[in-house]
């Protein structure tokens, strides 16, 4: 029984092992082709890298705020559905009441 939590805790150690290393290595390979494009980026324009780096932060933020429209959002619809709804329970209750 021990030999066997052993076996299976040996196993889960060199499987994150070996997650953990391919996660680096994607990582590495990402900088790197970061690095590529703004190198070939500051040949192509002569822009120094923090002015390439800066447009690029630029480009990013502008990005992620069109990513932030919240219209069609779960929560929006949500709350959207839950007013009709109430809405459309209440009115009969108010002519009850009213009559």
Known sequence: MNADR?????EAIVRRVLIEASLREQRREENQD?????????????LTRT???????????SCCDRDRD???????QAILVSAMLAFLISLPTLFIWMF
């Open 70 to 76: 919240t219209f069609f959002s779960v929560k929006h």
């Open 6 to 10: 052993q076996t299976d805790l040996g």
């Open 34 to 46: 970061r690095r590529d494009v703004i190198e070939a980026l500051q040949e192509l324009t002569g």
């Open 51 to 61: 002015e390439l780096e800066e447009i690029i932060m630029n480009v990013r933020g």
